[in-house]
């Protein structure tokens, strides 16, 4: 029933080759482009309603102490990796910018810098590569920590997943996909997040907008360790359950998350109370069934259908697993299911959805449906048509006359 198995060959190697140092001066061209939100923003003023609110920040009581480690700069260190990923299997711009996480920030013009599990790391696309290829650069080295580093990227990036397999698929499969994948050559990936972190990032994006939740993780992420600073952002390891534990309902609500902070509080309570801890309990869920991880994740306070999909999708290896919201309803209307025509989205109807994107694309289904959200909707398609100038310039067309723009809001009902 599911229309296709996943892809046998996996066409990937884990292990990484030598430091490149020599492509530290790739760093060294224009200014960073500065995102709207910064991981770590200052203080908001003090006691006005949340819609007055400048900014989210922790409570000043709760912040945690920082490390005594000095700040460090972006051009530290000149121990670049290349990943075995070109920008067909992996694009920057349409990956990290566009729902799944929101703790990468944008630190150089083609360059992202975010935390995967205690490391801080850049990413960044090679100019100079004709492939586009992807390499990468730990901030908080150790040594002890390049190979964890390189195992840990590996895992978050789904390396093992072939796009181009998958997407030949797909483009076979449906016409309006192939129309987007003549676009834009690949490279929207789906991340392997850690659980927890993806649990508490979509508690905060019911009814939210990415900027916003942007605001909302920081402060979340905030009371972890402090790691170190990146063009001129603060970057911190996810705080533990235990951590989480320490911050109430009502300075979440003074920081600005009204209704979500009692989610938040109600969230880490239940998980504490799971045998074994809620890292564990969550990790486990990868190897259920779709449906039964969707049941269990809804036992949580503000998970609903739509959150749990996102959470399946996006950290528990539930790769036909749909969020299905009013965008993607209207993208199934119109490119899959016509009879939808005049309908409204219903719980029945979200079953329906669901099944028909996995009876077209099979079990990655939850990735064409990924692809098929950014194509379509007005705030990414900036970034879709920066993708397809980029990778012309990498097989050696135009250069793309546009960089990917600043996403702004994901108007969805709860992911």
Not at 32 to 43: A, G, I, L, V
Request: hydrophobic share 40%; proline share 7%; charged share 20%.
């Amino acid at each position: 029933m599911l229309g296709m198995s996943p892809p046998r060959s996996l066409g990937y190697s884990l292990s990484f080759p030598k430091s490149l140092a020599t492509l530290a001066g790739i760093m060294r061209k224009s200014g960073r482009t500065t995102p709207p939100h910064p991981s770590t923003p200052p203080p908001a003023p003090p006691s006005p309603p949340l819609k007055e609110r400048s900014a989210l920040t922790a409570p000043a009581a709760l912040k945690p102490r920082r490390s005594l480690a000095a700040a460090i700069s972006a051009a530290a260190s000149a121990d670049w990796e290349l990943l075995p990923l070109p920008r067909s299997e992996l694009s920057l711009s349409v990956t990290l910018p566009t729902g799944q996480t929101f703790r990468w920030r944008r630190t150089g013009s083609s360059r992202f810098t975010g935390v995967v599990g205690p490391h801080l790391l850049s990413l960044q696309h090679l100019e100079s590569d004709p492939a586009g290829r992807v390499a990468f650069i730990l901030h908080n080295p150790g040594s002890s920590e390049a190979a964890s580093a390189r195992s840990v990227l590996s895992d978050f990036l789904n390396v093992h997943v072939s796009l181009g397999d998958l997407w030949d698929r797909f483009s076979l499969a449906d016409a309006r996909f192939a129309e987007l994948a003549s676009r834009f050559d690949g490279g929207a990936r789906i991340l392997r997040q850690d659980p927890v972190e993806c649990v508490f990032q979509f508690l905060c994006s019911s009814n939210n907008n990415i900027g916003r939740i942007e605001k909302m993780v920081g402060v979340l992420s905030s009371y972890g360790e402090y790691l170190g600073t990146v063009g001129g952002f603060d970057f911190h390891e996810f705080p533990s359950l235990e951590r989480l534990s320490l911050v109430t309902e009502q300075q979440l609500r003074e920081a600005g998350f009204g209704y979500r902070a009692k989610y938040i509080v109600g969230a880490v309570r239940i998980l504490q109370g799971k045998p074994g801890g809620g890292a564990k309990w969550l990790a486990s869920l990868r190897g259920l069934e779709l449906e039964e991880v969707i049941d269990a994740l809804c036992t949580l306070p503000g998970v609903g259908p739509k959150v749990a999909a996102c959470i399946a999708l996006f950290s528990l290896d539930q790769h036909h697993a749909i969020p299905v919201d009013t965008h993607v309803w209207q993208i199934a209307s119109k490119y899959l299911m016509p009879e939808l025509a005049g309908t409204r989205l219903s719980p029945k109807l979200y079953k329906s959805i669901s099944e028909a994107f996995v009876v077209k694309f099979g079990e990655y289904a939850g990735w064409a449906q990924n692809v098929l959200f950014i194509g379509e909707l007005p705030s990414h398609k900036a970034a879709v048509e920066s993708c397809a100038g980029e990778n012309k310039s990498a097989t050696g067309g135009k250069r793309g006359r546009k960089r990917a723009a600043a996403v702004a809001c994901l108007e969805k009902d709860d992911c």
